[in-house]
């Protein structure tokens, strides 16, 4: 009996040696994931932190042909009155 008992003590202790492993696993896992979201969540206020200071424009914010379709180009093709007071301050004769 003494053989048994210790056969059955030594797999409850392996099987609580397991489940401390997997609690161990997951706590990393949770603090890893944790880091993570804090560091992503850094980047994003570093960046709307630095975007009001940013007084210049990036390629992607540039028109792929400057010389067509300019935001210029077609309120001026609008001849909209209310569009070039708006804009400029003044009123513009449509009549051109």
């Known amino acids: 009996m003494d053989s048994d008992d210790l056969i059955i003590q030594s797999l409850k202790n392996g ?9 161990d696993k997951e706590a990393a896992l949770a603090i890893a994931a944790t880091i993570l979201v804090g560091v992503e969540l850094a980047r994003q206020n570093r960046i ?6 940013r007084l ?3 390629r992607p914010q540039l028109l792929p ?4 379709d300019t935001p ?7 001849q909209n009155n209310r569009a070039f ?3 400029m301050g003044l009123f513009q004769n449509s009549e051109i």
Do not use: G
Not at 48 to 53: F, G, I, K, S, V
Not at 65 to 68: E, G, M, Q
């Open 72 to 78: 210029w180009q077609v309120l001026f093709a609008t």
């Open 65 to 68: 042909n400057p010389r067509k």
């Open 56 to 58: 210049y424009l990036c």
């Open 85 to 87: 007071i708006t804009t």
């Open 48 to 53: 709307e932190n630095r975007q009001p200071r």
């Open 15 to 23: 099987a609580e040696l397991q489940q401390q492993e997997d609690d």
